[in-house]
């Protein structure tokens, strides 16, 4: 069996698995879930407890001040893609412990809940 803690951050730590993220989620741990689709996309499917900031409020800026402060930011998107641009986004403005779910909403479907719907 594999040590997710080794999986879930490369070598710069910024992404996180499926596995670890919702062992975190179960926990109790101070994340902030975010999820940077677009809205058609979040009516398709989405993890709970997150929230919707399409990716274009983060790359204008308007959306940092949304970010909760004592949480550590997560992002996700449909595969992992877009949320990298984002990422960069959080740690440019000083979010240093923000990462990104490794294969986005896909992932999370496969690996831990098969019930949800992947477009």
Sequence with gaps: MSDDRHRAAPADGSAITPRHLKRLLDQGAPIDLVDVREPHEWEIVRIPGARLV?????????ALPTLRQ??????????????????????????????????GVVAWVNEIDPRLPVY
Excluded: I
Excluded at 54 to 62: I, Y
Excluded at 71 to 84: K, W
């Design 54 to 62: 399409p990716m274009r409020e983060w790359l204008d800026g308007s």
């Design 70 to 103: 004592g949480r550590t930011p997560v992002f996700y998107c449909r595969t992992g893609r877009r949320t990298l641009e984002v990422l960069a986004v959080a740690r440019e403005a000083g979010f240093a412990d923000a990462v990104h779910l490794e294969g």
